[in-house]
Structure formats: C-alpha cells, structure tokens
C-alpha cells in the first residue's frame, strides 16, 4: 500500500494530485504543518522533516521532484510521464523540476507573511524581491506557453503531463504572492489543468485548518 504524508497546500499537494490523476489506491495520512514534522517518528521518514514524504513498496520517498518522477515509472497507464528515450524527455525533467524553483520563492514569501509573526522580523526589501522572482518564474511558463506550437494547452508539446501537475502546484502556492496580471498564457493553462476533478480532490476539504487563510498576500508594508 501508498502512503502520502501531507499538509494541506503545501509541496504535497502536488503527489496528492499525481495520485489522484494516476487512479491508484492510497492512504492519505494529513498532518498539521507544525513542529510535529520534526518529530522522532517524522524524521524517520524524511530526514529533514519535510513534506511530502511516501511510502511505497517498503522504502519510504521523500522530495516532490523525485516522487513524481518514481509514481509515473510505476504507473505509466496515464501517461504522465515520459521515458528515456522520448521526445519529450528533456523538457519533462527540466519543466517538472521548474516547480522547485517557484517554490523556494513561494516559502521564502510564506516564511514572510505568516511564519514570521511579528513586523520588526519581516523584510520588506525580501518580500519584493522574493515576488518579483515569482514574476520572472511567471514570465518562463507563459514564455513556454505562448511559444507557436500547434495544441500548446500544456507544457510539454505531447500533452499534459506531470510536469503540469508539479509547475501547476507550484502556482498554485505562489498565486497567494504574484498575481497573473500580464500573463494571459499562463492565466489560461492555470484554469485548464487546476478545472481538472484530480486537482480539485487535491485541495484542502472544508473546514480544513490552512496554511494560506487569504487569497492573496499584498506587499508589506500593508
Ligand atoms: N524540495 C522539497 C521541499 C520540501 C519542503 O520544504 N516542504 C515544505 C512544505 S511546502 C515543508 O515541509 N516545510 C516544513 C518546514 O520547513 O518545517 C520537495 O520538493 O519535496
């Protein structure tokens, strides 16, 4: 048996919704996105306490990245993934890692809205920059997108793929920083793939305890 260990609306959220896509059976074991993820037992599996961590086939996973990856070496009936040899190799591993360089934006901004509770800890100068880095990230996809490609609805010119689940987490978490304005392309393929029942499965159920409790972040200060 799968077994997800996640926080809602976090990098997780991105296996959660490749499990969904991929159709498999899973346990999903949620837990608070607190000091417990460094927890003896937690640390057991993923050394640095982080989220997502799976097991799987008696190892356990952890990194987002390299647990898409392994899900759809093992699931490959979708299609999500694309093997050696693809034509859409390349750009599936380089797209599919892209997550993680909108996402270490999206927690240093996290970081700065919400962990740090007082203002004397917070940067302005950080939160600007860390969006502005968001917007430059925003300017690759819809560069990506925007690119004369007959059917370019996703990243990958042979169709969606788990490269648009990890990049369409990632902004999904970033949204909450760097709003679309100026970027159509990118607006459009976010509605596409997030209109997906997977995705919607993958968000945090009502009543949910949250990570981000407001739609969007304005620049601090406020
Ligand atoms: N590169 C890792 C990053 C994992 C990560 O930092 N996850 C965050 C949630 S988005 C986390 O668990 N943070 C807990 C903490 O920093 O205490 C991945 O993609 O899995």
New binding site residues.
């Given amino acids: 048996m799968i077994t997800l260990h996640h926080?809602h609306q976090?990098?997780?959220m991105r296996v959660l919704w490749l499990l969904n896509e991929l159709d498999v059976e899973f346990n999903l074991r949620v837990h608070p996105?607190d000091r417990s993820?460094?927890s003896e037992e937690f640390l057991t599996r993923?050394p640095?306490?982080?989220?997502?961590a799976l097991e799987i086939d008696g190892d356990v996973l952890?990194?987002?990245?390299a647990?898409c990856e392994v899900l759809c070496e093992r699931f490959t009936e979708r299609g999500l993934g694309r093997i050696p040899g693809e034509i859409d190799r390349p750009d599936y591993l380089v797209w599919l890692h892209f997550?993680?360089t909108i996402?270490q934006h999206t927690?240093a901004l996290t970081q700065q809205h919400i962990a740090l509770y007082e203002d004397s800890m917070r940067s302005p100068i950080v939160m600007q920059l860390e969006a502005a880095r968001l917007g430059k990230c925003y300017a690759a996809i819809e560069g990506r997108l925007s690119t004369p490609v007959e059917n370019r609805d996703y990243l990958l010119t042979s169709g969606f793929s788990a490269a648009d689940i990890c990049v369409g987490q990632a902004v999904y978490?970033a949204r909450h920083f760097a709003t679309f304005d100026g970027f159509p392309a990118l607006a459009e393929w976010y509605e596409r793939i997030t209109e997906r029942p997977s995705f919607r499965s993958a968000l945090p159920p009502e009543g949910a305890e949250l990570l981000y409790d407001q739609p969007f972040y304005p620049p601090w200060p406020r």
């Fill in positions: 926080c976090t990098r997780s996105f993820l460094r993923s640095a306490g982080r989220v997502p952890w990194e987002s990245g647990i997550a993680e996402s927690a978490m």
